[in-house]
């Protein structure tokens, strides 16, 4: 049932702490000093690593992208749908991760059949034990995040970029103490968000809005696009997510002061005072802003609502920031009435291509 909760969706985003708990489970030595995967526990790539996923689970796989290029690896994330074996580079020196909650989706399960075919290595990075991605793949790893039953994913997603991150540290073989420290810890930074959120009464203001943009820099991009994604799955409403730096070359038109944009601002230097930057080109045009970040006196001047997340890890603020959106847009198409746990026109799982 849902224990209390009005939807699945909420009792799903509430269970984020207990499913990474779950995904960490025995996957790091004591003093978190170093990741053990033993399912990969055979596996030596140090080659080129391509990802294929859709939807929520295509923005994991562009997080896990980014952190593999950050432990020195070489990677690459594609929509599932555009994994074309015969145009671009891949062979038996290729691992190619399929990262699929359901392990059933139809455009993965045929990028991974693909990568099969021209001998790449494949890993399966799916919720669902003996589904058919785990069984396409030679080597599978599961995000145990636990049933979804909610259509718009939530806790999957941050399963799967937590399981992306060890599998990272795991192919570039580098220890990260300060990193798994701070893993360690999201449980509770997740739960202080859920605990302390303001998004019921900013929902309110903003749900007749008429379209929300979501903005953000490197580790932030994956997240701005999960924000958007979310918003327009479950409030039916027009939402765009896309890197800080690209609002000036387009979108910035289609500002106006029933369009709020959501700022990703974490982690301080450099990234963050380019976006306050972004932030201050739309407070210009008189567009709402509603900053996320872990420095409240660093954005209070740009911003009209500020949501706050604990700092931690530079890794890890963008998986705190995603909590805050989730809960936004939750709010928002609980403010309009939508039927939240099964929004029109969607399946929980996409068996066709
Ligand atoms: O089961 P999968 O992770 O392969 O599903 C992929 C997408 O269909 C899925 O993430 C979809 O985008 C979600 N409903 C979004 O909330």
């Not at 919720?127 to 145990?144: K, P």
């Not at 799967?160 to 103490?177: E, F, G, K, N």
């Not at 963050?272 to 045009?285: L, S, Y």
Request: with cysteine; hydrophobic share 40%; aromatic share 6%.
């Amino acid at each position: 049932g849902k224990s209390g909760y009005g939807h699945y969706m909420l009792k799903e985003i509430n269970e984020q702490p207990q499913a990474i708990r779950q995904c960490l489970q025995g996957r790091t030595s004591e003093h978190q000093q170093s990741v053990l995967l033993e399912e990969l526990a055979d596996l030596d790539h140090d080659g080129l690593v391509q990802l294929v996923a859709c939807g929520t689970s295509y923005h994991a796989a562009m997080y896990g992208e980014q952190l593999l290029q950050e432990r020195g690896m070489q990677a690459q994330s594609f929509f599932a749908s555009e994994y074309d074996a015969d145009r671009i580079a891949v062979d038996n020196e290729t691992l190619v991760i399929g990262v699929t909650q359901s392990g059933e989706t139809a455009d993965t399960l045929s990028a991974l059949r693909e990568a099969n075919r021209a001998g790449a290595a494949t890993l399966a990075v799916t919720n669902v034990v003996g589904s058919s991605a785990a069984r396409e793949c030679e080597y599978v790893v599961y995000i145990r995040a636990g049933p979804e039953i909610s259509v718009a994913a939530t806790k999957s997603f941050v399963s799967q970029q937590i399981t992306l991150a060890l599998i990272a540290s795991t192919l570039a073989d580098v220890s990260l103490p300060r990193f798994l420290r701070a893993l360690q810890r999201l449980p509770d930074h997740i739960q202080r968000v859920l605990d302390r959120t303001t998004t019921p009464a900013v929902a309110s203001e903003i749900a007749d809005s008429e379209a929300y943009f979501f903005i953000g820099r490197g580790t932030h991009v994956p997240v701005a696009l999960e924000g958007a994604l979310k918003m327009k799955e479950i409030t039916y409403k027009h939402a765009e997510g896309f890197p800080s730096g690209e609002l000036k070359h387009g979108p910035l038109a289609l500002l106006t002061p029933n369009t709020p944009v959501i700022a990703l601002v974490t982690n301080g230097g450099e990234t963050a005072t380019k976006t306050i930057g972004n932030v201050n080109e739309v407070a210009a045009r008189d567009a709402p802003v509603i900053a996320v970040t872990d420095a409240r006196e660093s954005v209070e001047g740009v911003s009209d609502t500020v949501l706050e997340v604990p700092r931690t890890h530079p890794w890890l603020a963008p998986v705190l920031a995603n909590v805050q959106l989730q809960l936004l847009s939750y709010w928002v198409a609980t403010r309009l009435g939508r039927p939240i746990d099964k929004p029109r026109h969607l399946a929980k799982t996409v068996t066709v291509e």
